[in-house]
């Protein structure tokens, strides 16, 4: 998963700052925007994890972020340490700019019934930073992996926009099914990661079977063709089209000529 996260980040030109443990710290300070991301990745896997836990497991970052360590500093203070040398005014905004994103390995995604109302409550928590929680899976990391790996040539922005673009899939999503796959991984996050902007694909819509088969007539059989669908009877209309003499005598002529060259 982090390989995953760090490509994204990439892509929209953010920089690893600093890491610690399982703490990872972005930054995007140019002239236009300004903009911070701790990663605080959680080991959720052991069946014995209850609710409680949980919580705790995703407090402790806000806990870290203000509170001392071993070495006398919280994460706050050691990223304002590495900001500070670049530009003292960034470094003074840290709380403003910053956001979090938990990516949360579990066994099973079925894990997440347990822990519904807890996500979204340490997400509307208004303390220190904006938190964003991303449950995944192995099964998922990897299926996604591989995916990316089939497209050198692309751009990760691109294969996770094609894979979020398939239909089928969606709708089995939205019947409340936890898929375990790559497009509910894609999904979650295009949701959960605030920069990442799905690439639309437009499709050309497939040719109508009528009009496919108008497409290949001549332009004669089409004028009939129009003509039938139009639902006209007038007979002169017809004639017209065949490019038929339109006096009784020539048209007598005409077909006297047409059966005789059938033979």
């Given at each position: 998963?982090?390989?995953?996260?760090?490509?994204?980040?990439?892509?929209?030109?953010?920089?690893?700052?600093?890491?610690?443990?399982?703490?990872?710290?972005?930054?995007?300070?140019?002239?236009?925007?300004?903009?911070?991301?701790?990663?605080?990745?959680?080991?959720?896997?052991?069946?014995?994890?209850?609710?409680?836990?949980?919580?705790?497991?995703?407090?402790?970052?806000?806990?870290?972020?203000?509170?001392?360590?071993?070495?006398?500093?919280?994460?706050?203070?050691?990223?304002?340490?590495?900001?500070?040398?670049?530009?003292?005014?960034?470094?003074a905004q840290i709380d403003k700019n910053t956001s979090a994103i938990y990516p949360v390995k579990l066994n099973s995604l079925s894990d997440l019934d347990k822990y519904r109302n807890l996500?979204?409550?340490?997400?509307?928590?208004?303390?220190?930073?904006?938190?964003?929680?991303?449950?995944?899976?192995?099964?998922?990391?990897?299926?996604?992996?591989?995916?990316?790996?089939?497209?050198?040539?692309?751009?990760?922005?691109?294969?996770?926009?094609?894979?979020?673009?398939?239909?089928?899939?969606?709708?089995?999503?939205?019947?409340?099914?936890?898929?375990?796959?790559?497009?509910?991984?894609?999904?979650?996050?295009?949701?959960?990661?605030?920069?990442?902007?799905?690439?639309?694909?437009?499709?050309?819509?497939?040719?109508?079977?009528?009009?496919?088969?108008?497409?290949?007539?001549?332009?004669?059989?089409?004028?009939?063709?129009?003509?039938?669908?139009?639902?006209?009877?007038?007979?002169?209309?017809?004639?017209?089209?065949?490019?038929?003499?339109?006096?009784?005598?020539?048209?007598?002529?005409?077909?006297?000529?047409?059966?005789?060259?059938?033979?």
């Amino acid at each position: 998963m982090r390989e995953l996260i760090r490509q994204i980040f990439t892509a929209y030109g953010f920089d690893e700052k600093w890491q610690d443990d399982n703490i990872e710290f972005y930054s995007d300070a140019t002239e236009e925007k300004t903009s911070f991301f701790l990663i605080n990745y959680i080991e959720a896997t052991d069946e014995g994890i209850t609710g409680a836990t949980m919580r705790t497991m995703l407090k402790r970052l806000e806990k870290e972020y203000i509170d001392e360590d071993s070495n006398g500093k919280g994460v706050k203070i050691k990223i304002q340490e590495l900001l500070v040398n670049d530009n003292a005014s960034i470094a003074a905004q840290i709380d403003k700019n910053t956001s979090a994103i938990y990516p949360v390995k579990l066994n099973s995604l079925s894990d997440l019934d347990k822990y519904r109302n807890l996500i979204y409550s340490i997400e509307e928590s208004p303390h220190y930073f904006r938190k964003f929680i991303l449950p995944y899976t192995d099964n998922q990391v990897d299926k996604l992996k591989r995916i990316i790996f089939d497209y050198p040539e692309k751009n990760i922005v691109n294969v996770l926009s094609e894979i979020a673009n398939q239909e089928d899939t969606y709708y089995d999503l939205a019947g409340h099914r936890n898929l375990d796959n790559a497009y509910e991984l894609v999904i979650r996050l295009f949701s959960k990661i605030p920069f990442l902007q799905y690439n639309f694909i437009a499709e050309q819509k497939p040719m109508a079977v009528e009009k496919r088969i108008e497409s290949e007539m001549d332009s004669e059989l089409l004028r009939y063709h129009t003509l039938i669908c139009d639902n006209c009877v007038d007979i002169d209309e017809y004639i017209k089209v065949s490019n038929l003499p339109e006096d009784d005598a020539a048209i007598e002529a005409e077909i006297k000529k047409r059966l005789e060259e059938r033979g």
